[in-house]
């Protein structure tokens, strides 16, 4: 037995977890670019100046993912025995925090144009030598800020799900709401192209509230994280089944009694306890090692399990919430 | 231009280059030399000559209002006037509230960029104004007769 080991990944997850880094990466370049795109067309849209916070604050969560896949496997030290993977945590948490506040501003920023009635000036622009009006460019920029968020989303969504990462799940999710976000933009600058002024600010209104919900969700995803919640699968917030079916396979071997499970997500893995009543004493330090490796090979998820011989169990089952 | 008129777009919020063609352009002059220049009640200087140029391309009478430029600006906002001139600058504060065309001079000792101003939301007026301006804009130093006027 050996306390602050390195978690080993299957070979399938390392190879998943590559491909996280090459689409992280790749989602920095074609952000990157949009971003550029959008600045160079910006002008005094009130949709145009939201879509592109949107994509600035869309370079964070790649960013925080190639962190987490560098930090979060880290050697355990003698100062933080438990490893690093609740690093990621911590950077989620800031992140969606950030989300929250700053789509909160947005919004009221839009509204309170919505209300004083602001209308917003679209002139002219010369694109290679000839004078066009703006709008064209903006919409131009915005739409290929559209097919770059389905192309990363889609890219991301199967990764995130054949490696339960909920970080690169909602990674996903942000660049779904981002190409939502810009089709209302381009929407936007239409109706002020047919003189509609309000559709500027209430397209700006409603990307903001794209940036709150992104907010909301990662920061409902990282506090359960954060307050040791029991494995669910991705995407849902029912529990799985994987305490009580570790129960039952401690509670199979021939010498345990009765057994009770405990176990916690963080980051990528599961770590947790077995509490075990002994049928028999006989053997018992070499049955709680064995127990421990075997138990861990339930799923490749699974971190570290610590059994713990107690003389009996009271309370077997948790409330519900 | 034949993108622009095959759509018909952008258009006014209040149809100001319907309204403008063949009718009244309210324009609001504050005094500013060599750009502006109200001296015994007439009204001369670089960026009124445009705004009388622009008038005649669409065949309306200039209605022209004195005033300081904050009061002007102000009324502009509100629609009440359709263009403002008086050396305004591109770095002005006022860049939120009333639209901007696009520098018609860009001063190279200073690297000032003076506009236009026309009433925000007017975007076919805009676009209008910009295209007049797009051939006569300048770059330089302040043109010596107009800096000695």
Redesign the interface.
């Known amino acids: 037995m050996r306390i602050g080991r390195r978690f080993q990944f299957p070979p399938e997850q390392q190879e998943l977890r590559r491909k996280t880094a090459r689409l992280s990466w790749l989602s920095l370049v074609l952000l990157t670019s949009t971003a550029v795109a959008v600045y160079l067309t910006l002008g005094?849209s009130e949709a145009m100046k939201t879509a592109w916070i949107e994509d600035l604050l869309g370079l964070i969560p790649p960013v925080a993912l190639l962190v987490a896949l560098k930090v979060e496997n880290r050697e355990p030290t003698e100062r933080f025995p438990y490893g690093y993977f609740r690093a990621i945590a911590i950077a989620f948490l800031v992140i969606s925090a950030v989300l929250l506040l700053v789509g909160a501003w947005l919004l009221l920023d839009s509204v309170m144009k919505l209300v004083e009635g602001?209308?917003?000036?679209?002139?002219?622009m010369t694109v290679f030598g000839r004078?066009?009006?703006s709008?064209?460019a903006m919409i131009a920029a915005l739409a290929y800020c559209v097919g770059v968020g389905i192309l990363l989303g889609r890219l991301k969504q199967p990764v995130a799900a054949r490696l339960n990462d909920r970080a690169l799940a909602a990674d996903a999710d942000m660049n779904k709401a981002g190409w939502m976000s810009e089709g209302a933009a381009i929407l936007g600058i239409v109706l002020?192209?047919?003189?509609?002024?309000w559709g500027d600010a209430a397209a700006a209104a409603f990307i903001s509230l794209n940036i709150v919900r992104d907010g909301w969700v990662n920061l409902r995803q990282v506090v359960t994280d954060l307050m040791d919640e029991s494995p669910t699968k991705l995407g849902e917030t029912e529990l799985e089944s994987l305490p009580s079916r570790m129960r039952d396979a401690a509670e199979r071997l021939p010498w345990v009694e009765k057994a009770a499970v405990r176990l916690r997500e963080s980051g990528h893995v599961i770590a947790g306890e077995v509490f075990v009543v002994p049928r028999v004493e006989r053997d018992l330090v070499a049955n709680v090692e064995a127990a421990s490796e075997s138990l861990c090979a339930l799923d490749w998820r699974i971190y570290s399990v610590t059994v713990m011989p107690v003389s009996r169990l009271d309370g077997a089952k948790l409330p519900r919430h | 231009m034949a993108?622009?008129s095959s759509c018909g777009?952008?258009?006014?919020?209040?149809?100001t280059l319907d309204r403008v063609r063949g009718g009244a352009l309210r324009v609001g002059v504050s005094d500013h030399p060599p750009w502006t220049a109200i001296r015994d009640g007439q009204i001369d200087g670089i960026e009124t000559r445009l705004v009388a140029e622009l008038a005649r391309g669409l065949g309306a009478r200039p209605v022209w209002r004195r005033g300081a430029e904050s009061e002007l600006l102000d009324a502009l906002h509100r629609r009440e006037l359709d263009i403002v001139v008086g050396g305004l600058t591109a770095d002005s504060p006022w860049?939120?509230q009333?639209?901007?065309?696009?520098p018609h001079f860009t001063d190279t000792a200073t690297g000032r960029a003076h506009v236009l101003a026309?009433s925000?939301?007017?975007?076919?007026f805009?676009?209008h104004v910009?295209?007049f301006l797009?051939p006569r804009a300048r770059t330089g130093a302040l043109p010596a007769d107009a800096a000695a006027r």
């Open positions: 005094q602001a209308r917003a000036p679209v002139g002219t004078s066009i009006w709008g064209w002020i192209g047919y003189g509609q002024w | 993108v622009l777009l952008p258009r006014d919020a209040d149809g860049k939120g009333v639209a901007f065309t696009r026309v925000p939301g007017e975007n076919a805009l676009v910009e295209r797009e």
